[in-house]
């Protein structure tokens, strides 16, 4: 079946710009992760979604960064007035407890970069 | 808190040559370890994993990795290099609780395989 599909591939923003990014999990999963890959920072967790409990949040840098995820499935993350330390590659992951949940699986990832 | 090193950001081989990566591990509780790779423009992929089974992992693509308790170890090895086993690896390890298993990633190694 269809993997971890994320939109849009590419994204440029100015300084200040308000960006969001979705991510679309494989269905059925019900565990969905946000990861930030950057030069300085490597690679980074963001949140994490599980079925309809209340999101860890705990990866988030910042107030600026907000996720949601509608009807648990699609999931959208928000940047408000990004700034240039922003820019990088934003991936989304998702996994199916029915199978252990311990394998996350994951999309091509946003390229974000903040001009 | 969990982490893990790589040690080596860079490794050259020739191809047929015997690949290792080094990862070591750090937490508290007993872990699951993850290795995965990524090729240029495109999201990670689940080569292996070791969730307190068996300790000699294999995975995919003729790889395969060994969890060792005692030396805080969870090396990476295929005994002949290919053309195409040059990408960016990276190990993972997660604290699994109550179905949340989000990652920590080490820094990662570029593999480059010489003809």
């Known amino acids: 079946g269809a993997g971890v599909s994320q939109s849009p591939s590419n994204k440029v923003t100015e300084k200040g710009k308000d960006v969001e990014l979705r991510c679309d999990p494989i269905?059925?999963?019900?565990?969905l992760y946000w990861y930030r890959q950057s030069l300085g920072q490597g690679l980074e967790f963001l949140i994490y979604?599980?079925?309809?409990?209340?999101?860890?949040k705990s990866g988030l840098p910042s107030d600026r960064f907000s996720a949601e995820r509608t009807g648990g499935s699609v999931s959208t993350l928000t940047i408000q007035r990004t700034q240039q330390e922003d820019s990088a590659v934003y991936l989304c992951?998702?996994?199916?407890?029915?199978?252990?949940?311990?394998?996350?699986?994951f999309g091509p990832g946003t390229r974000l970069t903040v001009l | 808190a969990q982490s893990v090193t790589q040690l080596g950001s860079h490794v050259s081989v020739s191809e047929g040559a015997l690949v290792l990566l080094r990862c070591n591990y750090s937490?508290?509780?007993?872990?699951?370890l993850f290795w995965y790779v990524q090729y240029p423009n495109q999201g990670l992929q689940l080569l292996l994993k070791?969730?307190?089974?068996?300790?000699l992992v294999i995975g995919i693509n003729g790889f395969e990795a060994e969890f060792k308790k005692s030396e805080t170890s969870f090396h990476l090895t295929k005994p002949s290099a290919h053309m195409s086993d040059a990408a960016e690896y990276f190990c993972?390890?997660?604290?699994?609780?109550?179905?949340?298993?989000?990652?920590?990633f080490g820094a990662g190694t570029t593999v480059t395989v010489r003809a």
């Open positions: 070791y969730t307190s089974a068996a300790t």
């Open positions: 937490s508290s509780v007993p872990p699951y």
């Open positions: 269905s059925g999963h019900t565990a």
């Open positions: 992951a998702s996994s199916s407890t029915r199978t252990g949940g311990d394998t996350q699986y």
């Open positions: 979604f599980q079925g309809n409990s209340a999101p860890d």
């Open positions: 993972a390890v997660s604290v699994h609780r109550s179905n949340d298993y989000k990652l920590s």
